[in-house]
C-alpha cells in the first residue's frame, strides 16, 4: 500500500471525460473554472470534510499542468480558532516519499548514484546484509527492510538531528527478505535513500531537497517538520476517537474521553523518518510538484516515465508501485499517479493524471482521515465543468 489506512485508490476515474478534452479542447487555451464549478467544488469539499469531521482541509488543483483552483476550510486550530488557508502547513507524512525519490532520480541523472549498486557506496552507516540492497529496491519498496513493528514506533518521540542517528531504528535488524523477492511498503527504506542523498551530493537532505526540489519547484512553504522550530501557519494536528480505540485506553481516560470526538492527535517527532515522513508543505505547493514533474522541470521525460512505470518483483508478482509514486493502470488512457500519507495529526493525498495535466492535493489535519469521497468528488466535478 502506498500508506498506512490511507488507501491509494482514493479516486473514482473520469478518464473518459477528460480524454474527451484533450481531444477537443484548445491546448493552448488558459483553463479556467467557472463560477459554477468552484461553487460546487466547495460545496462537495465542505460535505465530505462535515462527513469525516475533518478539522481543517485545504486543496488545490491544477488542470493542463495550470493552477486552477486553491482553497482551504475549516480551522487549522482548534483551541485558538484559528481558520486554515492555502497557506496553511500540514504534515505530508508519505507524500515525502515521492519527493525524495526525485531528488535520488536528479543524482542518478548526473551519474551520481546507480539505482543497482549496493546503497552503501553512498551511505556507509547502513550495514552490508546477507544480499546486496540498492536504490532501485529501496524506491520500490523491495529491499526487504522492515516497517513499523514495535508498539509506538509509528507515533515516536525521540528527537534524532540526523539521518544517519535515525537509521538506528532499524539499521541492525535483518533483512525480511531476499532483495527484489517480495513488495513490503518500508518508510525506513527511505531513510536510507536520505543518506544517500547526502553522501552522493556531499549535501546534507534538507539542503539538498531545498536547493535541487523545492525551490525549483516553487514550493516556498516545504520544509523539514521540527517539533522545536516555529514554522509559519503550522496546523494543529488531531485525531477522531474510535470506540475501538478508547475500548483500548485506560479507565482513567475512559471516564472523560467519548468515541466520535475530536481530540489532540499523539505527540510525535518525525524526525526519525525524515525522508520518507518528515515534511510539512502546503496543498499548493504540493499541486507545484505534481505539476513540475508532468512537465518535466525537475528529471528528464525519460526519468519520470521510468518512475512512473510498475516495477514488479523478480518472480513477476504486480506491486502497484513504480519508484517513488503509486501506480495504477490506466483507463482510457490515461494514468494516475498517486501518493498517500497518513500519520499523527494528518492525512493527505496527491494525485497527478500526465495526460491531462491534472495534478491536485488534498491536506488535512486529521489522522486517518477518510479522503475517497472528497478525492471523487473533485475528480467528478472537474470533470463535469471543465468539458462544458
Known amino acids: 500500500m502506498v500508506a498506512v489506512r490511507n488507501g491509494r485508490h482514493a479516486v473514482v476515474a ?39 469531521k475533518i478539522p481543517g482541509l ?22 485558538h480558532r484559528i481558520s486554515a488557508t492555502p497557506a496553511t502547513a500540514f504534515r505530508t507524512a508519505s507524500i515525502a516519499k515521492p519527493l525524495t525519490a526525485t531528488a535520488v532520480m536528479q543524482l542518478v541523472e548526473q551519474g551520481r548514484i546507480d539505482l543497482d549498486a549496493p546503497i552503501q557506496r553512498y551511505c556507509a552507516a547502513f550495514p552490508e546484509k546477507p544480499w546486496p540492497v540498492t536504490a532501485r529496491q529501496l524506491l520500490s519498496h523491495q529491499a526487504g527492510i522492515r516497517h513499523y513493528q514495535k508498539p509506538g514506533e509509528s507515533t515516536g518521540t525521540q528527537h534524532y538531528f540526523t539521518i544517519q542517528d535515525s537509521l538506528a531504528l532499524f539499521k541492525n535488524d535483518p533483512l525480511l527478505h531476499e532483495p527484489g523477492t517480495k513488495y513490503l511498503y518500508s518508510t525506513y527504506g527511505y531513510s536510507v535513500l536520505g543518506c544517500a542523498i547526502e553522501g552522493a551530493s556531499g549535501q546534507v537532505y534538507e539542503t539538498y531537497m531545498r536547493d535541487h526540489v523545492f525551490a525549483p519547484a516553487g514550493m516556498t512553504r516545504t520544509r523539514l517538520d521540527r517539533i522545536y522550530e516555529i514554522v509559519p501557519d503550522r496546523s494543529r494536528g488531531y485525531q477522531l476517537l474510535t470506540a475501538e480505540v478508547l475500548k483500548q485506553l485506560p479507565p482513567q481516560v475512559q471516564s472523560f474521553a467519548r ?62 508501485y513504480g519508484l517513488g509514486w503509486g501506480v495504477t493502470p490506466a483507463q482510457d488512457g ?24 491534472l495534478s491536485y492535493a488534498i491536506m488535512t489535519n486529521l489522522e486517518d482521515a477518510v479522503l475517497g469521497p472528497v478525492s471523487r468528488g473533485i475528480a467528478q466535478t472537474l470533470g463535469k465543468h471543465l468539458m462544458r
Open 14 to 52: 473520469v478518464a473518459g471525460i477528460l480524454l474527451w478534452l484533450v481531444a477537443v479542447a484548445p491546448a493552448a487555451q488558459r483553463p479556467v473554472l467557472s463560477d459554477a464549478a468552484v461553487q460546487e467544488l466547495d460545496s462537495v469539499i465542505r460535505a465530505a470534510q462535515a462527513e469525516a
Open 334 to 357: 490515461i494514468r494516475r499517479l498517486t501518493h498517500s500519507g497518513n500519520q499523527a495529526g494528518a492525512a493527505s493525498v496527491l494525485h497527478v493524471l500526465p495526460e491531462v495535466g
Open 259 to 320: 468515541a466520535g470526538e475530536i481530540y489532540h492527535a499523539s505527540l510525535h517527532d518525525t524526525s526519525m523518518k525524515v525522508p520518507g515522513g518528515g515534511l510539512v508543505s502546503t496543498a499548493e505547493d504540493l499541486m507545484r510538484f505534481g505539476v513540475v514533474t508532468n512537465t518535466h522541470g525537475l528529471l528528464k521525460r525519460d526519468t519520470v516515465e521510468l518512475m512512473w512505470t510498475e516495477v514488479k518483483t523478480r518472480p513477476g508478482e504486480a506491486t502497484g
Open 58 to 79: 485545504s486543496v488545490a488543483v491544477a488542470f493542463r499542468d495550470q493552477p486552477v483552483y486553491s482553497k482551504a476550510f475549516g480551522m487549522a486550530d482548534l483551541e
